[in-house]
């Protein structure tokens, strides 16, 4: 019998519509064994999901999704760190050097985030700051909320044409904002004995030969892994990651970036007869996890 995993979920502690306690209850709906919550660039979901968790006997590895500018310039990425064992008190905690860098992180969405409403407001979108908090539910307020929030006003009739229109990089009303080096991030990550992966490197824009390159340098950071697995990641590509991972000793996971929100390519865990992950694809990494290798 197959036992399934997903290693990058989205909660409402960031911008995922589900608690981590529906995404665990989910996850024990679909028979998905062992699970992990990756905010952006937060853990405020976790002491909750593990609570959720350990009553409904599902496995969950605290994570985190990170913001990142790459070395090469005007690219950004972003980057999974894996705490398996970790205290979550200490994990939580703002005063240890990964909890005052994911603050600063936090810190440049806040900044952000008036100055995306500003141009909006120009033209012709007039968002109120108290409905937007609303949507966020009291979590750190991203652009996906909105573009929830676009929706509800009737701008947009759909959460991908306020991106594509508005919120996307390069369109009216982005604006960028403030993230961690990579190599500083990875190396946070690896400090706090965390596991930092590269999250669907499928969106990085580089060419193979680039991305090779790069995991190397990753690699001499701490880089431990690589999201493998991923919805959008075609079956030529999954086989240059595995060569990527077999040259610099990296391992393999995959997630289905599930947000709970129509748009997602594919459900919590994936389908059985489609995209999915089972302890087999990622087994050296949930053996990093355990301590094995």
């Known amino acids: 019998m197959q036992t399934y995993v997903d290693l990058h979920l989205h909660s ?10 529906e995404l665990i209850e989910l996850a024990a709906e679909k028979d998905v064994s062992i699970i992990a919550i990756t ?3 937060t853990f405020d979901g976790i002491p909750r999901g593990m609570e959720a968790a350990d009553s409904m006997g599902i496995t969950m590895i605290p994570g985190v999704e990170l913001s990142v500018d790459l070395e090469e310039k005007g690219l950004s990425a972003h980057l999974l760190g894996y ?12 005063s240890t050097p990964l909890g005052k860098a994911m603050t600063f992180v936090q810190g440049g969405r806040e900044r952000r985030n008036p100055r995306i409403l500003e141009k909006l407001g120009k033209l012709g979108m007039h968002i109120d700051v108290d409905s937007l908090k609303l949507i966020a539910g009291g979590d750190v307020i991203g652009r ?10 009737g701008y947009v009739g759909n959460f991908r044409e306020a991106f594509d229109r508005f919120l996307a990089k390069g369109k009216p009303a982005y604006v960028d904002r403030d993230r961690l080096p990579v190599h500083e991030a990875v190396r946070l990550i690896a400090d706090a ?4 992966v590269m999250a669907h490197p499928g969106y990085i824009q580089m060419e193979p030969n ?17 999201e493998t697995y991923y919805p959008s990641h075609s079956a030529s590509f999954i086989g240059l990651l595995k060569e990527f991972a077999s040259r610099y000793d990296l391992v393999l996971t995959g997630g289905t970036d599930y947000h709970g929100r129509k748009q997602d390519t594919v459900p919590l865990g994936g389908t059985q007869d489609g995209f999915h992950i089972t302890t087999e694809m990622v087994e050296d990494f949930l053996a ?5 290798k």
């Open 83 to 94: 705490f398996p064992g970790s205290d979550t008190e200490r994990l939580i905690s703002r």
């Open 39 to 41: 905010d952006h660039d």
């Open 193 to 196: 004995d965390g596991l930092p």
């Open 288 to 292: 990093l996890c355990m301590g094995e």
């Open 210 to 226: 680039e991305l090779k390159l790069f995991f190397g340098r990753m690699k001499n950071y701490g880089l431990a892994g690589i």
């Open 144 to 153: 996906p909320h909105i573009a929830e929030a676009l929706i509800a006003g």
């Open 12 to 21: 409402t502690a960031s911008d995922g519509t589900r608690s981590p306690f």
